[in-house]
């Protein structure tokens, strides 16, 4: 039962958190232009790395918050844990 | 009977038990275990090989034993313990494994929970190493939990060494004692640190009442998990002594010698009369010398050249004869030895017992658990833990530190206790004598043997894991704690590579075997999952409710009155609703507040509808879609105010959707000025449905103005009983006039009482999901996860009026303009209606294109879809069924076959709405 | 037709087997059901200074896992932007609307969600070793003091616990009130081990 450090809570059993994949991967800022192959690596094409790996995680069964870690996906390591916070550019959903 | 006086510190011999082992009754003493009855008993083999049905007797005194395998028949069924590992209590009924062991066939009434513990310092093994460790740790104030898998502290110790210069077994007593009085230092014995995980983590079993017998008290837990998270972890866990290997080793009366001279001092047993010790090492010499004063006939085999000098003196005095130079070659005798082959000219020595020293393996177990890495040593012969892990400490036998003094020395820093230094003479590293390798057992548990080995070599396997599964060697209930290191030397042997380069084979949890029942601890029975409940869920039990399990939501399927079967009572549910009117507890649906002002913009880019444009005081069906276009959830929409919606999610998808949409807001678009909050057990959601629903709303809320044109179909409103708010809705999900009731939980179970007494008049109808079910199927709504699977877009289901048009993107409008999304032949929900108006059709039937003459054709038959929801309708009067098919939309009218155990059965399709499709219900 | 819509407590069926449960293992343990207490589910963004003193009575925690007392009530750190403020005085509904106005500037909402949860009391020197038997967090005194709260797991239930001092160690449970049967039913069988044993038991020593 490893323990993962959430940047809120501290440290928490696993079993608390909810793994939401690749991190980095945003939203493609107006979808109708891209052409269906590009549509498609957004959906469905994830990095797949053996070594350090950004990814999302939710530290579903405390505070909810979503946060980003990097983990060694051979050991399963966590090498770095942050909230997401302002470093990303601002988007606005189209309407 | 060799039952030896002035042995056997762990027996009370003052009181005795009985037990049956393979129909014999034997009779012991507590601190007996099932083998040291049975040898005390002078019995040999007690059962048989797992594959050759060779006789198996007791090899070990502890976990390692390889072939000592026991049935427990009572006082409860289980297959495959150890007789060494048992300890006796009056009545117990054994018997030897013939193979393999057999499971309980009725149920484990025991208890068994689980329980978490934090500590500065965790010790695995009570041992001399893991005492000084943990009392080292105590006296420096850490906490401290120390387990160890006897009954009893001491690991090896025999009670013939002396510590601090009294006798060991003093020692240990008063180390106990002085643990015993720190507040802060946990001790438990007979638990076994059975798993090491990441960070600190151990799980151990504790044994907690077998050993009671019927003395066990009741309402304790038979088997604890335990859930040590440590700061720091010593591993003091000792050595398991190995044997060579010989031709016909698996013969009952072959042991280690450690496990002789164990059971000599723990249990008074003297496991032979006629010894013959085969050693490669120095540590044998004790145990043929302690069996010698026991009054033992002893000969010593030691393969090694010379006769360590300190030994050879001793065993001089004690009348042992030494041959050096020697090995034992084979073994000779029926269902026990007789004697043994020793030698070139393989001269055959009587004996009734043989005693094998092949040197000791340091248990490194929980060392490889969490990835440690092992290297060889070339003296010991064996593999011993790598680089340190971080905060996990090895010492004593575990970490190839043998002699008791420098072992004390290790564990015990600055206070260390000590004991007199003994001599030591290099070991000589044998894995095998010369023999029939047909007949020399490497994995005497799995009947694997050396010529298993060469056929794997020869296979071309070289690495020890690709040999162990390949041979099984190593998987049996002891996983090779004797036979891997042997298996790895064999290896190199026949391989001519040097054991340094092999790397042995990984272990993994868990150490020694641990039942199911354990692991699962309270979860079962109806602790086995959460079980959630709405808040009147009293009032469904006492209203007669049947339930389903809707994910872990516990809802009432129907509410059968006497003498009804559910197929009666839902006819009758559905009835009521269609006619007069009917109420159903809704709770259980998921409901977010999203407040804020940008929420009208959260909410148009997750729902394929424009929400934005709804006013206050209005309701939106709303759809939801992944990024592929399918739709994974639906609910309503209620604007509360221009800055406030109130969403509802479907009952299993409550807690996915809100993380979605806090994905979306907390790592897509931060800036929103959103906040979402779960309400779903806040409100209690009642459904008034049916054509006297209004008079019964207009009864329960005196005041309130229930007309069409004051309260408009998919409008809401508030209002209050008796000083509380009260929210209504007129939403729909059966095409009849409807209100939903929404209140805070706290007066859920007395407005239902209020609704349900305002009703009595129009003879309201408690109904359940079933009839749920079957009205909206009727009207040809979708229940999510039931006519969905994953690949259903909201076309496909016929609500693409539900997806805008307007909108510039929201989730799935890109995967929407994909050419395959406009395919014709997708697979389209549509109304089977069985041409003989009386097969229901089973939910998940193939549907097929239908044949004139009735049979099935020969496979391959096209598959054009499946049946995804299937009733009986009051208000048809017949079944109908709603499928997916394949270009369902334009095959309206077409007859389709659906087989139906062996008949095929003709189901005219029509389109999904078959009651009401006009709408004219709604508004009363 | 009833005149008054009466509350439920949510454990309300469990009430009488809690105190019974007390009874046999008083001093050692008591659980005891918490009282129906208005709660808000607040959320504004953590910037250093909080308005909110006069409206709740009281100060935002902000260090994660605490929580401080308010008028009649508590505020409970549930995250880094979250809230639960608890009164045993106010109306859900009226509260809700005064914290809003005093939030709404401050990219805040208020959400009243005092029917959403539901607790019980634990109390006695063994209130954190039954907690042990399905919590992972470490809840010994110096780790979890009086005033700590945590979001996490008891047996396979999300839970809030509190840990308070009333003259003794006090532990609230707080579960969602659909789980709080399963939780109810988890206390009770995990407070089996917790009985004492039979007097002619000798499993702690036979020196009778």
Request: contains cysteine; proline residues 6%.
């Amino acid at each position: 039962m490893q323990l993962i450090l959430c940047p809120h809570c501290g440290p928490r059993e696993e079993t608390e958190f909810c793994y939401g994949g690749e991190a980095g991967v945003p939203y493609p800022d107006d979808p109708s232009v891209l052409d269906d192959e590009q549509w498609a690596r957004f959906v469905f094409v994830r990095a797949n790395p053996k070594g350090a790996f950004t990814e999302r995680w939710s530290h579903a069964a405390g505070c909810r918050r979503w946060f980003t870690a990097v983990r060694d996906t051979r050991t399963h390591r966590f090498l770095d844990v942050e909230s997401i916070g302002a470093s990303q550019p601002p988007t606005t959903p189209r309407r | 009977m060799t039952r030896i006086d002035g042995y056997g510190h762990a027996l009370d011999r003052t009181r005795t038990s009985t037990v049956t082992v393979n129909g014999r009754r034997y009779t012991g003493h507590p601190g007996d275990t099932l083998a040291s009855v049975l040898l005390a008993h002078d019995v040999g083999a007690i059962g048989t090989g797992v594959k050759y049905g060779r006789p198996r007797g007791i090899t070990a005194a502890w976990t390692e034993d390889p072939t000592g395998l026991v049935q427990i028949e009572e006082p409860f069924p289980e297959p495959m313990l150890l007789a060494s590992t048992v300890e006796i209590t009056e009545g117990l009924v054994a018997r030897g494994v013939n193979g393999q062991g057999r499971l309980a066939q009725v149920p484990d009434h025991a208890r068994y929970d689980r329980r978490h513990t934090h500590c500065d310092v965790f010790v695995v093994g009570a041992g001399p190493a893991g005492l000084t460790a943990a009392r080292r740790a105590a006296r420096d104030g850490s906490s401290v939990v120390l387990v160890d898998d006897r009954p009893t502290p001491g690991g090896t110790l025999t009670g013939t060494e002396r510590i601090d210069g009294k006798p060991a077994l003093a020692f240990v007593d008063d180390v106990v004692a002085e643990l015993a009085a720190h507040p802060d230092v946990t001790h438990l014995q007979r638990t076994t640190a059975f798993g090491h995980y990441d960070d600190g983590f151990v799980l151990a079993l504790e044994r907690r009442t077998d050993h009671l017998g019927s003395e066990a008290p009741a309402g304790r837990s038979r088997q604890r998990v335990h859930r040590i998270r440590a700061a720091r972890i010593v591993l003091a866990t000792g050595a398991i002594e190995r044997p060579v290997v010989f031709e016909d080793n698996d013969r009952p009366g072959v042991m280690l010698a450690s496990a002789a001279r164990d059971l000599l001092h723990r249990h008074g047993v003297l496991a032979g009369r006629d010894v013959v010790v085969a050693t490669t090492t120095d540590s044998a010499y004790a145990a043929a010398l302690d069996l010698a004063a026991a009054g033992a006939r002893v000969q010593v085999l030691d393969a090694r050249a010379e006769v360590p000098p300190s030994w050879a003196d001793r065993c001089a005095a004690a009348g042992v004869a030494v041959t050096a130079g020697t090995t034992v070659r084979g073994t000779v005798g029926e269902h026990r030895v007789h004697g043994v082959l020793v030698g070139d000219d393989r001269a055959e020595m009587p004996c009734d017992l043989l005693l094998v020293s092949g040197g000791w393996t340091p248990t490194s177990h929980l060392v490889s658990h969490v990835g440690g890495t092992l290297a060889y040593d070339e003296a010991l012969g064996a593999f011993v833990p790598g680089e340190q892990l971080a905060g996990v400490d090895v010492v004593g036998a575990a970490k190839g530190t043998f002699g008791l003094a420098a072992a004390l020395r290790e564990a015990g820093g600055d206070d260390a206790p000590t004991a007199p230094e003994e001599p030591s003479t290099p070991s000589l590293v044998v894995w095998r004598t010369d023999g029939d390798p047909s007949r020399q057992f490497v994995d005497i548990a799995r009947d694997a043997t050396v010529a298993d080995v060469a056929r794997a070599v020869g296979a071309g396997m070289t690495h020890p894991e690709h040999v162990k599964r390949y041979t099984t060697i190593g998987t049996a209930h002891d996983q090779g704690k004797t036979s891997g290191m042997l298996a790895a030397g064999i290896i190199a042997e026949l391989t001519g590579r040097p054991i340094t380069a092999l790397s042995p084979t990984t272990f993994r949890p868990p150490f020694t075997p641990v039942g199911f029942a354990a692991l699962a601890g309270c979860q079962r029975g109806e602790l086995f999952d959460p079980v959630r409940t709405t808040a009147i869920h009293d009032r469904h039990v006492r209203a007669g409710a049947e339930f389903e399990d809707v994910g872990q939501w516990r809802r009432p399927r129907y509410y059968p009155q006497p003498g009804e079967d559910m197929t009666a009572a839902v006819l009758r549910e559905c009835v009521a609703v269609r006619t007069r009117v009917g109420i159903m507890d809704g709770s259980a649906l998921g409901k977010i507040d999203v407040q804020g002002p940008d929420a009208a913009v959260l909410l148009d880019h997750l729902y394929t509808n424009l929400m934005s444009s709804l006013k206050v005081g209005r309701v939106r069906y709303g759809v939801m879609c992944g990024h592929d276009g399918m739709v994974v959830d639906d609910g309503t929409v209620l604007r509360l105010a221009e800055d406030r919606f109130l969403v509802t999610t479907t009952t299993g998808n409550a807690a996915h959707v809100l993380d979605s949409m806090e994905e979306w807001l907390q790592t897509e678009w931060p800036h929103l000025r959103i906040r979402l909050t779960s309400v779903t057990e806040h409100w209690s959601v009642f459904a008034v449905v049916g054509p006297r629903s209004r008079a019964v709303i207009a009864r329960a809320f005196p005041g309130l103005n229930v007309s069409n044109a004051g309260f408009g179909f998919m409008t809401w409103q508030d209002t209050g009983l008796d000083g509380v708010d009260v929210r209504l809705a007129r939403i729909s999900f059966s095409g009849e006039l409807a209100y939903e009731v929404n209140v805070a939980s706290w007066y859920a179970s007395a407005l239902w009482d209020h609704l349900v007494a305002a009703g009595e008049p129009e003879g309201i109808t408690r109904y359940g999901t079933e009839t749920m079910h079957v009205l909206r199927a009727e009207k040809g709504f979708p229940i999510i996860g039931q006519d969905t699977d994953g690949t259903v877009s909201p076309h496909d289901l016929g609500i693409g009026w539900a997806v805008s048009t307007k909108k510039a993107d929201f989730v799935g409008k890109r995967s929407f303009a994909r050419a395959v999304n406009h395919d014709p032949m997708r697979k389209q929900l549509v109304s089977l209606l069985p041409t003989d108006a009386t097969t229901k059709l089973p939910e998940g039937s193939q549907i097929v294109a239908w044949c004139d003459d009735g049979a099935l054709p020969p496979p391959p038959v096209p598959m054009l879809g499946h049946v995804t929801s299937s009733y009986l309708s009051a208000e048809l009067g017949r079944p109908f069924a709603l499928a997916l098919v394949t270009g369902g939309r334009e095959r309206i009218g077409e007859v389709v076959g659906v087989p139906v155990g062996t008949a095929l059965v003709p189901a005219r399709i029509g389109g999904s709405v078959l009651v009401d499709p006009e709408g004219a219900r709604r508004d009363g | 037709m009833a005149d008054t819509l009466t509350r439920t407590h949510p454990l309300e069926a469990w009430r009488t087997a809690f105190a019974a449960l007390s009874e046999e293992l008083d001093p050692g343990l008591a659980i005891e059901l918490a009282p129906l207490t208005t709660a808000l589910d607040l959320r504004v963004d953590a910037t250093g200074v909080f308005p909110f003193a006069d409206v709740l009575g009281g100060p935002l925690p902000t260090a994660p896992n605490t929580w401080t007392p308010i008028r009649d009530g508590r505020a409970v750190w549930l995250g880094p932007d979250e809230w639960l403020v608890t009164s045993t005085t106010a109306s859900g509904p009226r509260w809700e609307d005064e914290v809003r106005a005093v939030a709404g500037p401050h990219r805040g909402a208020v959400v009243d969600v005092s029917a959403q949860r539901t607790g019980v009391r634990l109390r006695g020197r063994d209130a954190r070793e039954l907690l042990s038997f399905g919590c992972a967090l470490d809840l010994r005194p110096a780790s979890f003091p009086a005033g700590s709260c945590a979001q996490t797991l008891l047996g396979q239930s999300g839970v809030l616990l509190l840990a308070d001092d009333d003259g003794g160690p006090a532990l609230d449970v707080v579960v969602r009130a659909s789980f709080a049967g399963y939780v109810a039913g988890w206390l009770l069988d995990a407070a089996e081990e917790l009985r004492p044993l039979p007097h002619n038991s000798d499993q702690e020593g036979d020196e009778t």
